[in-house]
């Protein structure tokens, strides 16, 4: 059965998240660090709470195992992104960025040349702000996920 998991690390759609599965009744994983606040989604049905230690990746290293190649993980790490592709699972950005098998090479290829850039000093173009268009995109494509009208 589908579940969603949420790297709830800077997870600005968290809500819209919950709100779709629970629309379909599909169970919600939040995986989070201990500093990180979620003991307030505990009580909430279908809502499951992981919290891991803090550290690099932790959060990505207890999400995958999790998985099974019916999931959706809602996350803004590209390295996670490829891990949860390579498990046959699917990924989808909080701005409603669509992470594929396609394109994934190219998006790793660009985050290690923007950290190879900073490493040498040099400053790189943040995202751009959150918007509500971004909001509006991830709730539209979370729901053609989860309804089975893109793969």
């Known amino acids: 059965m589908t579940k969603v998991v949420?790297?709830?690390?800077?997870c600005p759609?968290?809500?819209?998240?919950?709100?779709?599965?629970r629309a379909r009744q599909i169970e919600v994983v939040v995986v989070g660090n201990e500093s990180q606040n979620l003991g307030r989604l505990s009580g909430q049905s279908g809502v499951t709470v992981v919290q891991v230690a803090s550290g690099p990746?932790?959060?990505?290293?207890?999400?995958?195992?999790?998985?099974?190649?019916?999931?959706?993980?809602?996350?803004?790490d590209i390295?996670?992104?490829?891990?949860?592709?390579?498990?046959?699972?699917r990924a989808l950005s909080p701005r409603g960025h669509?992470?594929?098998?396609?394109?994934?090479?190219?998006?790793?290829?660009?985050?290690y040349a923007e950290q190879k850039h900073r490493r040498a000093g040099k400053r790189t173009q943040g995202p751009p702000?959150?918007?509500?268009?971004?909001?509006?995109r991830f709730r539209r494509t979370l729901e053609d996920m989860l309804s089975g009208r893109v793969v």
């Open 13 to 21: 759609v968290m809500r819209e998240a919950i709100a779709a599965a």
């Open 98 to 111: 669509r992470y594929t098998p396609a394109t994934i090479d190219s998006e790793l290829a660009v985050r």
């Open 79 to 89: 390295g996670l992104a490829a891990m949860v592709l390579g498990k046959g699972a």
């Open 129 to 136: 702000p959150f918007r509500d268009e971004d909001r509006d």
């Open 57 to 76: 990746d932790a959060a990505d290293f207890a999400i995958i195992p999790l998985l099974t190649t019916e999931d959706v993980v809602v996350t803004a």
């Open 6 to 10: 949420v790297d709830a690390d800077a």
